[in-house]
């Protein structure tokens, strides 16, 4: 398979009044052509700001790379995009046009006083000026009609506030096809949304993701989700990946106790629910430092000073399954 | 919207009858007349008035009649003839003078509208996307001073600067060359020369407050997610801007136009009284001085009716801004 996109050693603080919040540190995966990519962790993992970093929104400052790259390789190009300035052509032209996303907050990620057509069509028509009004409008209409919004000419006049979120997070990926994208990034897209509506946004995304033949990077804090749609899974903890490889292998087999945790804590149809077992605690401040494994306040298995004092290494068996633990030395 | 801009037009007549109300008790408040005002005023000057007399001009201008009727009698000419009454000092009718001085008025006050306007939008708009640099400061440090700082004391300041520096008076509204003259090209420059200052300090007045308002509120709609949308689709930065945070942030402004009217025109009475300019200002505070009471309310409910259009205009512009306003609640 064709590498698509390569994030190297990727650490980012984000410098703020109260002090520093080293929120990825030495962050490394790939991304390949036509594969989903499953990322998952708690909130404040780091899993927004990595694809954030990736389209290059982060606001900087307060963010700043402070090491690591992230180059984008499609086809014949080979774009470093952390060198490229923020809103530089080169990289405004990566922005929607090749790597598009889809986010939390269908309503707030749509601005209330823009009709849904104009916010759509907008990308289009600035990555594809040769395009006529007309050929822009049959585009749009076309991809609404896609992701099953049922009269799509009337739903393109209106303003978001109109409709439900199930229609917001549709339109909101409509919006996010228009430009025919080589990586669709998910951040979180069924937070917000019903359950029956997750189920039926999951399906969705699925079959366009074929149709298209893109690559997607799924974000998620739901394993039972990620495991569902991932060829890949990254876990990540405290801005680091702690676990990475192809999908059943880290759910058949985890070999982080932190995979292990969020494993034992989804609920089971066959197992009645006092068998859950949540992770105890909470994640640790995003100010503090830790000199030894990030996990190591919450970890079950942990050796003792080892784990407290020397960050673990990263291994990889040779199924490509990746580890960074203690336990794993 | 149109059947809401006609309902509220409707609203404006009992809102324009409890105005008149209020104008005229207010200004029939003191004791005495313009009556009084005339006589103790001919006796200063030495002529002596005897009771009779004094009684036969207050029967002659209809004082002795009771308040109430008095009131009837200012509205009934207003209503059914478009008559606001008659000035006493002035000696000639009411709308005269108005119509005189009132397209200065309007005028004064739109310029020192558009001026605030045309000022504090781009430097809030800067400040907050350059939030804490030295341009930030620089402007919060004029606009809390302008904000603090009464208008006919800047009036004052300007004045004197004026004619200290550049040995020129702003006093006034005509060079004194102009004053007598027929109108000409040169006396429009003359007008407009004179007027330059009194708009920018009647502007000034409002501009604090729409840098910190305009400052304030994009700073909050800059951290909005529908920003990140638009910064992740490519736009370039200040269209992206211009788009989307910075016409969110601007709707509070557009719907406190009808508050900033009034503020404008109470400036703008100082402001032209400190500086001579002959506007409806120094003629509402001469007639109240001297008790003429229908110059006085008519100028108080002409100022009242304008603030009205505005708050109106300015419910309507926020309803055509933003679609979440919508008619059927409106018109429920």
């Known amino acids: 398979m064709q590498r698509i996109l390569e994030v190297k050693d990727l650490s980012i603080n984000f410098y703020l009044r109260e002090g520093v919040v080293h929120a990825l540190t030495d962050v490394n995966f790939e991304v390949f052509e036509n594969e989903t990519l499953g990322v998952i962790g708690e909130s404040g993992s780091g899993k927004s700001v990595t694809v954030q970093s990736i389209l290059g929104i982060l606001s900087q400052p307060p963010a700043k790379i402070v090491s690591g790259s992230i180059r984008f390789e499609p086809e014949s190009r080979n774009l470093e995009l952390n060198l490229l300035p923020t809103y530089g052509d080169t990289y405004r032209n990566v922005r929607w046009n090749d790597i598009s996303m889809i986010f939390q907050e269908p309503m707030s990620s749509f601005s209330p006083l823009h009709s849904i057509g104009d916010q759509i069509s907008e990308a289009l028509t600035l990555h594809r000026p040769e395009l006529s009004e007309t050929d822009v409008l049959s585009v749009c209409l076309g991809l609404l009609e896609k992701v099953g919004i049922p009269s799509p000419a009337m739903f393109f006049k209106r303003y978001p506030h109109e409709f439900s979120g199930g229609m917001r997070q549709r339109a909101m990926i409509a919006m996010a096809l228009v430009c025919n994208p080589k990586i669709l990034i998910a951040d979180e897209p069924t937070t917000a949304l019903d359950v029956t509506i997750e189920a039926q946004i999951l399906e969705l995304l699925e079959s366009i993701k074929s149709e298209f033949n893109m690559s997607m990077i799924y974000i998620s804090h739901d394993l039972a989700v990620i495991g569902e749609i991932s060829d890949r899974i990254l876990v990540m903890y405290l801005g680091r990946v702690v676990e990475s490889g192809v999908a059943d292998e880290v759910i058949d087999n985890p070999l982080h106790p932190y995979t292990r945790a969020l494993l034992k804590s989804i609920p089971k149809i066959d197992q009645p629910i006092e068998s859950l077992d949540p992770i105890e605690g909470s994640i640790p401040s995003p100010f503090e430092v830790h000199t030894g494994c990030p996990f190591y306040s919450r970890c079950t298995e942990r050796l003792g000073e080892i784990c407290l004092r020397q960050k673990p290494a990263h291994k990889t068996y040779n199924n490509g399954h990746k580890v960074s633990c203690h336990l794993h030395a | ?332």
């Open chain 2, 1 to 332: 919207m149109l059947t809401y801009t006609i309902k509220r037009l409707f609203q404006l007549i009992p809102i324009l009858f409890v105005i008149s109300v209020v104008a005229y008790a207010i200004i029939e408040l003191p004791p005495g007349d313009f009556a009084d005002f005339y006589i103790s005023s001919l006796r200063a000057t030495g002529v002596t008035v005897l009771e009779d007399e004094a009684l036969r001009i207050k029967e002659q201008y209809g004082f002795n009649a009771p308040v109430v009727e008095r009131y009837w009698r200012w509205l009934e000419n207003i209503i059914f003839h478009g008559n606001f009454g008659y000035s006493f000092e002035y000696q000639k009718p009411v709308n005269e003078i108005i119509a005189e001085k009132l397209p200065l008025s309007i005028g004064l006050t739109f310029g020192a509208l558009i001026i605030s306007w045309a000022l504090a939008i781009p430097i809030g708009i800067y400040s907050a996307i350059h939030q804490y640099s030295k341009f930030d400061y620089f402007f919060t440090f004029i606009g809390f001073l302008g904000l603090a700082t009464p208008p006919f004391l800047m009036a004052l300041i300007f004045a004197w600067l004026f004619l200290k520096f550049f040995d020129y008076s702003v006093l006034g509204l005509y060079s004194p060359e102009y004053v007598t003259a027929p109108w000409s090209f040169d006396k429009f420059i003359d007008l407009c020369k004179h007027l330059i200052l009194p708009v920018i300090l009647i502007g000034l007045q409002g501009t604090g407050t729409i840098i910190r308002v305009m400052r304030g509120n994009l700073l909050d709609e800059l951290k909005k997610p529908y920003v990140i949308t638009a910064k992740a689709k490519g736009l370039k930065f200040r269209d992206l801007l211009l788009k989307y945070p910075v016409r969110m942030a601007i709707n509070p402004i557009i719907s406190t136009i009808g508050w900033l009217l009034p503020a404008l025109i109470a400036g703008e009475i100082l402001i032209s009284i400190v500086l001579g300019i002959q506007t409806l200002g120094p003629v509402l505070l001469r007639s109240v001085l001297s008790q003429d009471m229908w110059l006085a309310a008519s100028i108080v409910m002409i100022l009242s009716l304008l603030t009205i259009i505005g708050s109106l205009i300015s419910d309507l512009l926020l309803v055509w801004l933003d679609p979440r306003i919508r008619f059927e609640r409106l018109s429920k």
